[in-house]
T-cell receptor, first 114, second 112 residues
Framework: GAGVSQSPRYKVAKRGQDVALRCDPI?????LFWYQQALGQGPEFLTY????????KSGLPSDRFFAERPEGSVSTLKIQRTQQEDSAVYLC????????????FGSGTRLTVV | QKEVEQDPGPLSVPEGAIVSLNCTYS??????FMWYRQYSRKGPELLMY????GNKEDGRFTAQVDKSSKYISLFIRDSQPSDSATYLC????????????FGKGTMLLVSP
């Protein structure tokens, strides 16, 4: 596609519910990143994939967060037993080769935990 | 103290004004500096990218980096209402794979 596509755009979850957020990167982009943007804050790094390999997951805030990219294209970020502090916009970015000037961000998924 | 500090604003200016946005940082390992623009309910889009200290100009936008002071700036000339957005500074240690560290963003409002 022309850009990075994320779905759903909005998600309301009850506390304790599991959610799955999807990212379709630009075709052919090797690198894929997930960032979390809380209200009024800048994005914060969660995890990084190069093809199907998860090379860095140091930003995942707890073991309730899990990301995968099994075929090196679409990625899913899963949050188990959601908590109110998980409410944020989850941004996905892809890059042809991982270089930091080549990121293209999606519009994000806004998660609200009630 | 956060690694990157940025005044959240909002900064309100009339159309045609020169806008100055800035960030300070504490980690001297940062070598690559970026400015992103983020419209409401959209993802960030890259505006300017600079390496180390110096200036870079692109149309109405000028980015400045002063590594000795750990201070970066973005200037917007002849500001337009369409420039109304949140401006995020971001930094990284190297040009290859490296996580970006963002400021919290400055909201800019340009009134006609």
């Amino acid at each position: 596609g022309a850009g990075v596509s994320q779905s759903p755009r909005y998600k309301v979850a009850k506390r304790g519910q599991d959610v799955a957020l999807r990212c379709d990167p630009i075709s052919g982009h090797v690198s894929l990143f997930w960032y979390q943007q809380a209200l009024g804050q800048g994005p914060e790094f969660l995890t990084y994939f190069q093809n199907e390999a998860q090379l860095d997951k140091s930003g995942l805030p707890s073991d309730r967060f899990f990301a995968e990219r099994p075929e090196g294209s679409v990625s899913t970020l899963k949050i188990q037993r959601t908590q109110q502090e998980d409410s944020a916009v989850y941004l996905c970015a892809s890059s042809l080769d991982g270089r930091n000037y080549g990121y293209t961000f999606g519009s994000g998924t806004r998660l609200t935990v009630v | 103290q956060k690694e990157v500090e940025q005044d959240p604003g909002p900064l309100s200016v009339p159309e045609g004004a020169i806008v100055s946005l800035n960030c300070t940082y504490s980690n001297s390992a940062f070598q690559y500096f970026m400015w992103y623009r983020q419209y409401s309910r959209k993802g960030p889009e890259l505006l300017m990218y600079t390496y180390s200290s110096g200036n870079k100009e692109d149309g109405r936008f000028t980015a400045q980096v002063d590594k000795s002071s750990k201070y970066i700036s973005l200037f917007i000339r002849d500001s337009q209402p369409s420039d109304s957005a949140t401006y995020l500074c971001a930094m990284s240690r190297n040009s290859g794979y490296s996580t970006l560290t963002f400021g919290k963003g400055t909201m800019l409002l340009v009134s006609p």
